[in-house]
């Protein structure tokens, strides 16, 4: 019973085309989050989501988006990909904190995007 | 900026060598220090979270501690099977995601 799962684990892909990946949690969290980690194995955040807001990184391109079709499902959707895209993308959840902070995040295996 | 910043990136030890891992983190109020564990091809593995300086946790091998400014992972006598690269995070300002170190690969040989 895999907590946060990923699909696909590895994507191969040409530019300018568009893909998803898709992301489940069982956790019963209410907020979710897409990092993209680089060549050098930098995580760094793309999104994070609860039922009330989206918060995207700034420095993330608008051909990425985020959907969510409910509390356990955020997918991320990438438009006209680009040979700098390539890298490994993780999803996470966590619980909401309401003191501040944020709870504990579980992390997906990954999906490794290499586009060509 | 918030920042947090590991060290050494490179750690090499013999089996039963200990030795510590270091984090120090520029976010200011700071709402937990998180520490993960990451093998090749995998995602990040949650291994303990820190909210209050001289809080401790201790898991087998690995003893997390975290004063005002930083903290460490002491690995006492490891083995082959902790090599990995551990990665330290924090809360960004907003505490809305996560802020990672570069992290530490540790390298246990027998």
């Known amino acids: 019973d895999t907590a946060v799962s990923q699909t696909p684990k590895y994507l191969v892909t040409q530019m300018g085309n568009d893909k998803s990946i898709k992301c489940e949690q069982n956790?019963?969290?209410?907020?979710m989050y897409w990092y993209k980690q680089d060549s050098k194995k930098f995580l760094k955040i793309m999104f994070s989501?609860?039922?009330?807001?989206?918060?995207i990184n700034e420095t993330v391109p608008n051909r990425f988006s985020p959907k969510s079709p409910d509390k356990a499902h955020l997918n991320l959707h990438i438009n006209s990909l680009e040979l700098g895209d390539s890298a490994v993308y993780f999803c996470?959840?966590?619980?909401?904190?309401?003191?501040?902070?944020?709870?504990?995040?579980?992390f997906g295996p990954g999906t490794r995007l290499t586009v060509l | 900026e918030d920042q947090v910043t590991q060290s050494p990136e490179a750690l090499r030890l013999q089996e039963g060598e200990s030795s510590s891992l270091n984090c120090s983190y520029t976010?200011?109020?700071?709402?937990?220090l998180f520490w993960y564990r990451q093998d090749p091809g995998k995602g990040p593995e949650f291994l303990f979270t820190?909210?209050?300086a001289g809080e401790e946790k201790e898991k087998e091998r690995l003893k997390a501690t975290l004063t005002k400014k930083e903290s460490f992972l002491h690995i006492t006598a490891p083995k082959p099977e902790d090599s990995a690269t551990y990665l330290c995070?924090?809360?960004?300002?907003?505490?809305?995601?996560?802020?990672f170190g570069k992290g530490t690969t540790l390298s246990v040989s027998s």
């Open positions: 996470a959840s966590s619980q909401y904190r309401a003191s501040g902070g944020t709870d504990t995040q579980y």
């Open positions: 956790l019963g969290h209410d907020t």
């Open positions: 989501y609860n039922n009330k807001e989206l918060i």
């Open positions: 976010v200011s109020g700071l709402r937990g």
């Open positions: 820190l909210y209050s």
């Open positions: 995070a924090g809360p960004n300002q907003a505490g809305t995601a996560l802020i």
